[in-house]
């Protein structure tokens, strides 16, 4: 029941539709002056996990905090000066964050639970901040069902590093698989690149 009232506070965040949801601006003012941005491990609201982003070996493309990560850099490069999220696992690690990492392919299936970290929103908001960020780019996944209708929630934010405020976010919701046909996350980055202040 805690998984689903994460899921759905993600969702209601910021409302839209399937095809297109609105870019809600929070803070117009503070985002125009948001030049340097912390990418965040791409994180999984259901487990309450991050996805290893460090991960190198078969099916690596495959991962979702590596293909939000590349996707990020070729998209919001030319607007921001970005910090990978290589660099932000070591400043969440300072915060005491428990990072693990995935050795192999098979480590999921082999033990779910052995590769399975997380951190907070303040913890990531202080790691951005401890590295020099003037922003967190933060991407999460939830699953929920309406009705007997399993359905997908992808939740994009871009926050504050000195307050912890949502300065800007967008949100898609649509069938299981979202994520992973990777065109969902590039079409919610460009509309930051294009759209934010």
């Given at each position: ?52 982003p460090l ?118 919701t649509g ?23």
């Amino acid at each position: 029941m805690k998984r689903l009232s994460a899921v759905l506070a993600l969702t209601a965040l910021f409302t839209g539709c399937v095809v297109r949801p609105a870019l809600v601006i929070r803070d117009r003012e503070t985002a125009a002056k948001v030049k340097t941005v912390a990418i965040m491990p791409f994180f999984d609201v259901q487990y309450q996990m991050a996805f290893d982003p460090l991960y190198k070996g078969f099916g690596d493309s495959f991962i979702p905090a590596i293909m939000f990560d590349k996707n990020a850099r070729e998209i919001l490069g030319q607007r921001y000066q970005l910090m990978g999220q290589d660099q932000s696992v070591e400043a969440l690690k300072k915060l005491g964050v428990e990072y693990k990492h995935t050795d192999s392919s098979w480590a999921a299936v082999k033990d779910p639970d052995s590769i399975r970290w997380g951190y907070t929103l303040a913890q990531a908001v202080q790691a951005g901040k401890d590295m020099g960020a003037d922003a967190v780019l933060l991407c999460a996944q939830g699953q929920y069902f309406t009705g007997n209708q399993p359905s997908q929630a992808l939740v994009l934010r871009l926050v504050d590093a000195n307050t912890g405020k949502t300065l800007l976010g967008l949100n898609a919701t649509g069938q299981p698989g979202l994520f992973s046909k990777d065109v969902v996350v590039r079409q919610l980055l460009t509309r930051v690149a294009k759209e934010a202040p």
